[in-house]
Nanobody, 127 residues
């Protein structure tokens, strides 16, 4: 069973950048499709972006287009989320997730598609 640990969250002003990292242990990252999700109190957890085992397929929500970039380094068992041009509405807890479905041609876009989760890292963007 793989364990996931996020890091890199923090407090920034509008327009700032953060780079989130997710390190996997107890498993080999190349066996999993990976995703980033976020959640605000009172709202449902939502997809930010997802990436296939070979990085050839990616998915992202509209709010992430042009601002957020997901990437992975399988040799380092690490997934990243580069976040630029941050807005106050990006404030949330960001979660890393792994799926045992390791298709090279598709990725899941719903939380039910993922099987292992980190505990999250807080991102706060002030205006």
């Amino acid at each position: 069973q793989v364990r996931l640990e996020e890091s890199g969250g923090g407090k920034v002003q509008t327009g700032g950048s953060l780079r989130l990292s997710c390190i996997a242990s107890g498993g080999t990252l190349e066996n999993y499709s990976m995703g980033w999700f976020r959640q605000v109190l009172g709202k449902e957890r939502e997809l930010v972006s997802a990436i296939s085992v070979n990085s050839n397929v990616k998915a992202e929500e509209d709010f992430a287009i042009g601002r957020f970039t997901i990437s992975r380094d399988n040799a380092a068992n690490t997934v990243y989320l580069q976040m630029n041009s941050l807005k106050p509405e990006d404030t949330a807890v960001y979660y890393c997730a792994a799926s045992v479905t390791n298709s090279p041609v598709s990725v899941g876009t719903g939380s039910a598609d993922y099987h292992f989760w980190g505990l999250g890292t807080q991102v706060t963007v002030s205006s």
